[in-house]
């Protein structure tokens, strides 16, 4: 059940980023998780909504997107990024092959709530509300 430890990690970061942000809530929560930490997304949604006991988190809508795994093929040379299990080279089905990345959990962007936002909350091109915002945070848990 590593799920909940990812989930406690990214929840950390996501509360520090809403508060450096001045949110009130947080709508939406993007974030992207490497293919080898081989998350279950129902899981993942279970530990997160468990996980988040601040009331920023409250109700939060949990995106994920899945990072892929540069591999380069000890046998064929090839150079790939694969984005499904298991690891193996797709030309010439090497598992001899030489990994890059795919186990990073980070906030991509989050859809915040401000309390002094000045434009209409509700018109989709006015302030209110903050979209794409990076997330510098990365963490590594496990
Ligand atoms: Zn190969």
């Known amino acids: 059940m590593h799920e909940f430890s990812i989930a406690q990690a990214l929840c950390e970061i996501a509360i520090e980023e809403a508060r450096r942000n001045g949110a009130v809530r947080v709508r939406s929560l993007t974030c992207r998780v490497g293919v080898v930490r081989q998350l279950v997304p129902e899981l993942f949604q279970t ?28 046998t064929c040379q090839k150079i790939e990024t694969i984005h499904e299990l298991p690891l193996a080279c797709s030309h010439c089905g090497s598992v001899d092959i030489q990994c890059r990345g795919g186990d990073d959990i980070s906030l991509m962007s989050m ?15 006015s302030g209110g509300e903050e979209q794409g915002h990076r997330g510098s945070g990365s963490v590594r848990a496990g």
Do not use: H, R, W, Y
Not at 51 to 67: F, K, M, Q, R, Y
Not at 112 to 121: H, Q, V
């Open 111 to 125: 859809d915040i709530d401000k309390e002094n936002g000045d434009g209409d909350p509700g018109s989709p091109a």
């Open 47 to 74: 530990a997160f909504e468990l996980s988040a006991e601040d009331p920023l988190l409250a109700g939060t809508e949990l995106i994920v997107e899945v990072e892929g795994i540069e591999v380069a093929c000890q």
